[in-house]
């Protein structure tokens, strides 16, 4: 029997929180480590260009944590109130932005790392190497493969004369 308005929606919602479980805790941990970095020894002396990327950082990871967990505070806000679809909305938009943020904490803590251990120059571009990989895995290859399903799903007669007659499903 096919699922209802309704499940899909509950449905939706449970697989996205499943999802920002998985991001969550590293999130978290990457904000913990970089709070107590700033309270190290020797961080105080450290130059611009460090405390700048430190604060990159540190600033992008609070915001990714702020966008992942804001889900749950949304639910609990509109729980019971009928407006479940736009719970689901919502929360697929600040999961998605906190991500992009956790490809920029990530780049910046790389590079942070790296810079502490080897040349700033090999550093740099250990970051931009880094933030490739996460823009190629996490952006270039789901929208690629999202075009081609809009695509397909588009396309007059598209899932029969594509897919053998049947739709996935939803």
């Known amino acids: 029997m096919p699922e209802t308005e309704e499940e899909r929606w ?3 919602f449970v697989e996205l929180l499943q999802e ?3 991001a969550q805790t590293g999130v978290q ?3 913990a480590f970089l709070l107590i970095l700033a309270f ?3 961080f105080d002396r450290s130059d611009p260009f460090t405390k700048t990327v430190y604060l990159v950082a540190l600033l992008s990871t609070a915001g990714a944590t702020a ?3 804001a889900p749950v505070a949304v639910h609990r806000m509109l729980f019971r109130l009928g407006e479940k679809p736009q719970v689901v909305i919502y ?3 600040m ?3 906190g991500l992009m943020l956790v490809i920029l904490a990530m780049v910046s803590a790389v590079m942070l790392a790296s810079d502490a251990v080897i040349d700033r120059w090999a550093a740099v571009m250990i970051g931009v190497v880094t933030g490739l990989v996460f823009a190629l895995l996490w952006i270039v290859l789901p ?3 999202r075009r081609r399903a809009v695509r397909d799903l588009t396309e007059p007669d598209g899932w029969a004369s594509v897919r053998g007659g049947e739709r996935p499903p939803r």
């Open 143 to 145: 929208l690629q493969r």
């Open 67 to 69: 966008l992942i967990i």
């Open 95 to 97: 999961a998605y932005v």
């Open 20 to 22: 920002l479980r998985v």
């Open 10 to 12: 509950r449905r939706n």
């Open 40 to 42: 190290s020894s020797g």
């Open 91 to 93: 929360a697929h938009r």
């Open 29 to 31: 941990i990457l904000f």
